[in-house]
């Protein structure tokens, strides 16, 4: 297993280029399943995530090159209808393939993915959705077995919780249905607005992606095209956020800053000079106090929960206490007890991180427990003092394209290593 070795007390400063964002890269990249055309997807980032994408969609028939970040899909003539459990126990994402699946091939067969190390994660209400278009839906041995008579039928849909998977399983399964389907609280994250945007580039009818209701007018087929997957905000993010607790400059390119305004927010009244153009957002925080600052986590347009870790590291090294409170994931705290391990000082308190001042921290061997905890864990061993060792960071792989490579670009002393 590889593990980070990460010298601290570095300063971040200088330019990184953002990736594509891989939750709007997944959705899309099994959103291919609907169409039997040519497609190439543009700006999609090298993780291990996509690669196990493609390697479901090959075992559909699909045939796929992926160079450069540009991904070329190929339909064939399909014959296996199945996300098998060795690929789904390394990546949730792949209940995605359901709806597509089942809506280009009237039936599915997708292993349950199961809890996580941030929660339960239930699927109810995917399959509820898709029970609603008319489909027959069992869990037997782990497996969810859909299937229709034809195609799947419009319907109204009104969701429970909002689910950003959810809202995209849901808006797939709906473009090639018969007539209309109308999501009611749906998310709105930029990713669904993104995946959206695909889908009508390849004919699909949608109207009010990044509203709460969505209204989809099924067609026939999809054709082929070119997109490109919008810059990833979550790793947008992450820089920014290492350039604050470092003291540092970060400039981040490529990126999309109207996607961002929850974390620039708060990075503002952390006491970061944050400033946007249209595709760069830029921070400088050379000679300023940084600040700990309140945060809750709720679905887009507020603070993202996928932000929560790295924020309740700079919580840890900002001047006076402050609340981090999680509401989506029930179990979004495992960085907690590690950065303890570094000096932190934090209080669990149900689903609130009460994060107080300390005044140092210390390098340690760490664990990665989930992809952003693991992504706190780096940032902080660049601001301990010695050597921190991150290990298990298969789990940051899913995530992070060339992480230690940018970091390094930006003045990080951090080398991957083999055990
Ligand atoms: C690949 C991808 O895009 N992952 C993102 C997606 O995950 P994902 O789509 O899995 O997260 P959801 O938005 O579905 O989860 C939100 C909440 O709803 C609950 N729920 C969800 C579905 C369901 O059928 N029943 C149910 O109860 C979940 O347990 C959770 O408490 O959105 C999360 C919330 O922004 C992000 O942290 C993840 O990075
Ligand atoms: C939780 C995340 O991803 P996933 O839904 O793929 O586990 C994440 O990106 O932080």
């Keep these: 297993m590889e593990k980070f070795v990460i010298q601290g007390g570095?300063?971040?400063?200088?330019?990184v280029n953002i990736s594509g964002a891989k939750n709007a890269a997944l959705p899309i990249v099994f959103a291919t399943l609907l169409s039997q055309s040519r497609i190439i997807i543009d700006n999609v980032p090298h993780l291990?995530?996509?690669?196990?994408?493609?390697?479901?969609?090959?075992?559909?028939?699909?045939q796929i090159c992926f160079d450069n970040n540009k991904l070329i899909v190929e339909a064939g003539a399909a014959t296996y209808f199945e996300a098998p459990y060795e690929l789904v126990k390394t990546m949730r994402a792949s209940i995605l393939a359901l709806g597509p699946l089942l809506a280009r091939y009237s039936q599915a067969r997708v292993s349950l993915p199961g809890g996580c190390a941030i929660g339960a994660r239930p699927v109810n209400l995917h399959i509820q959705g898709l029970q609603q278009m008319g489909a027959t839906i069992t869990v037997e041995d782990g497996y969810i077995n859909a299937s229709i008579d034809g195609r799947l039928k419009g319907a109204h849909i009104l969701m429970d919780i909002v689910s950003v998977t959810g809202t995209e399983n849901l808006m797939m399964a709906a473009t090639l249905a018969q007539g209309q389907t109308v999501i009611e609280n749906a998310a709105r994250e930029?990713?669904?607005v993104d995946l959206a945007e695909f889908l009508i580039n390849l004919g699909a009818d949608i109207q009010g992606a990044g509203s709460d209701t969505i209204t989809i007018n099924g067609v026939e087929s999809l054709n082929g095209g070119y997109y490109k997957v919008l810059p990833d905000r979550i790793e947008t993010g992450t820089f920014l956020v290492a350039a604050a607790v470092t003291g540092g400059y970060v400039r981040c390119l490529n990126a999309a800053p109207s996607c961002l305004e929850a974390v620039i927010l708060k990075l503002r009244e952390a006491g970061a000079e944050v400033t946007t153009g249209d595709d760069w957002i830029e921070l400088d925080m050379r000679g300023r106090k940084l600040k700990a600052v309140n945060i809750k986590t709720a679905p887009h347009p507020a603070f993202p929960t996928d932000m929560q870790a790295q924020f309740t590291l700079l919580n840890v090294?900002?001047?006076?206490?402050?609340?981090?409170?999680?509401?989506?994931?029930?179990?979004?705290?495992?960085?907690?007890?590690?950065l303890i391990r570094m000096g932190a000082e934090i209080d669990l308190e149900g689903n609130s991180a009460i994060c107080h001042p300390c005044e140092r921290l210390t390098g340690a061997q760490v664990m990665a427990t989930d992809l952003r905890a693991s992504a706190s864990l780096v940032i902080a061993g660049l601001v301990a003092e010695h050597e921190t060792v991150v290990e298990r960071i298969y789990h940051i792989d899913r995530g992070y394209e060339k992480i230690e490579k940018k970091l390094a670009g930006l003045g990080a002393k951090i080398e991957r290593v083999a055990e």
């Design 48 to 62: 291990k995530d996509i690669c196990t994408s493609c390697e479901m969609l090959k075992e559909t028939g699909r």
């Design 317 to 338: 090294i900002g001047e006076g206490s402050a609340r981090v409170t999680e509401t989506i994931f029930e179990n979004r705290f495992m960085h907690v007890p590690e």
């Design 190 to 192: 930029p990713e669904v």
């Design 10 to 15: 570095c300063q971040i400063n200088g330019d």
